[in-house]
């Protein structure tokens, strides 16, 4: 069996970028990915906050270039996904789909993916109004009407971002008290063009081709009530998959990744980037950064071995 340098598991901006970096570093690279590359790139219709493209890009664009500049590098590809990781520094070995490799060194950036609210017609409305980043598709909704679904730091960030470029915002929460730091709360209170509606819940999506409006629930007293909105932003965490990494794995309390500056975790030899680690933004910029730092690290420590 071929031993490898370096295995990057995930081909999103950390992942590709790792690779890059590592095999520009003359590493043997072998990249597992699970269906195409781009990771949640392919998730937004346009990015209008990666520096280079002023006048915005496609997500799927920046994913289809980030990948052509792994044309003329020595990188070897492997589809499926990442099951499990076993082994010690030095002499990993790593099964992806019904293949098993070899390795030095392991470089998780698989990323995490947005919960979502489970409901009907959530995914068929996905870039067509739907949107899990206000960030990124904000601004898109000038002058509209959106709602902003969650209890926590993310939604209250969100909610404030928009209240400055949208018409009017909703801000949607199951539970009476939010999550939140309280002054991005106050903050909030202090906008005009911001309305809380606690302790309810949205029962459904309204909208063929585009969203149009939403069936509200009070947790309490089950009564509805239509809210139409011409944007849904949903805040109500990530979902990192860690399950097919060793069980010794630090991780935080929501489940992601804890590592050092340098991308190291507690267990030598392995290094995380990207959105699969404890971090505070979690944006395509950043996560390349991640991959760029992980593979300057695993580069250190393959010189090392």
């Not at 493209?53 to 792994?70: S, V």
């Not at 870039?127 to 000038?142: I, M, Q, W």
């Not at 760029?292 to 010189?303: I, M, N, V, W, Y």
């Amino acid at each position: 069996m071929k031993t490898y340098d370096a295995i990057v598991a995930g081909c999103g901006p950390a992942g590709i970028t790792a690779a890059m970096y590592l095999a520009r570093s003359a590493c043997s690279v072998l990249m597992c990915e699970q269906l195409t590359h781009g990771g949640q790139i392919l998730m937004t219709d346009t990015l209008e906050n990666y520096p280079g493209y002023p006048q915005g890009i496609k997500g799927y664009e920046l994913a289809d270039l980030f990948i052509a500049h792994l044309d003329d590098l020595s990188i070897e590809r492997a589809t499926g996904i990442v099951d499990s990781i076993t082994g010690t520094a030095g002499q990993f070995v790593v099964q992806c789909g019904d293949q098993t490799y070899a390795c030095k060194t392991v470089l998780v950036c698989t990323g995490a993916s947005h919960r979502t609210l489970g409901l009907d017609r959530e995914n068929a409305l996905l870039g067509h109004g739907v949107s899990y980043c206000a960030l990124c598709d904000g601004n898109f909704f000038r002058g509209q009407m959106v709602a902003v679904v969650g209890g926590g730091n993310s939604a209250l960030e969100g909610a404030l971002y928009l209240s400055k470029i949208v018409g009017q915002v909703y801000l949607i929460h199951r539970r009476e008290y939010f999550r939140g730091t309280k002054i991005f709360f106050d903050r909030l209170n202090e906008s005009r063009n911001v309305t809380v509606l606690a302790d309810t819940v949205v029962t459904k999506l309204h909208g063929d081709s585009n969203l149009s409006g939403l069936t509200l629930r009070n947790v309490h007293s089950g009564e509805e009530q239509h809210l139409p909105v011409d944007g849904l932003f949903i805040y109500v965490g990530f979902e990192p998959k860690t399950d097919f990494l060793p069980a010794d794995l630090a991780l935080d309390s929501q489940g992601f990744i804890l590592t050092d500056t340098e991308m190291r975790i507690n267990i030598p030899g392995i290094f995380a980037a990207g959105d699969i680690r404890s971090k505070f933004c979690r944006q395509v910029i950043t996560a390349a950064g991640d991959g760029a730092t992980a593979a300057q690290a695993a580069f250190l420590f393959l010189e090392q071995l």
